[in-house]
Nanobody, 126 residues
Framework: QVQLVESGGGLVQAGGSLRLSCAAS????????SGWFRQVPGKEREFVFV??????????PYADSVKDRFTIFRDNAKNTVYLQMNSLKSEDTAVYYC?????????????????WGQGTQVTVSS
């Protein structure tokens, strides 16, 4: 069992930055792949892939829409995964969720993740 809690969301102006944090319970977080997904307005039924990171950080796929703007990283000693979001656009407005899963294929596929946080709202104003 893994519990995840997101924080760091808020309201920012376009071009600004935010850092989201996802704190995991337990001491075995390093055994899980982790990812960030978002639900955007008009697609609330879909968890859209944003970024993911493997157990030790060696693999970090990104959605094309955020590549070169967002960075995912983790600090396993703190049981925390982060999403650094720079050059934010209004299109980034969404509820962001962190998730964790046993390592395996399909790191970009939401349904492959077993554990989810409660979500944190990110609103980018123009």
């Amino acid at each position: 069992q893994v519990q995840l809690v997101e924080s760091g969301g808020g309201l920012v102006q376009a071009g600004g930055s935010l850092r989201l944090s996802c704190a995991a319970s337990g001491r075995t977080f390093s055994r899980y792949d982790s990812g960030w997904f978002r639900q955007v307005p008009g697609k609330e039924r879909e968890f859209v892939f944003v970024a993911a990171i493997s157990t030790s950080g060696g693999t970090t796929p990104y959605a094309d829409s955020v590549k070169d703007r967002f960075t995912i990283f983790r600090d396993n000693a703190k049981n925390t995964v982060y999403l650094q979001m720079n050059s934010l656009k209004s299109e980034d407005t969404a509820v962001y969720y962190c998730a964790a899963r046993v390592p395996g294929p399909g790191m970009t596929v939401a349904r492959m993740y077993d554990y989810w946080g409660q979500g944190t709202q990110v609103t980018v104003s123009s």
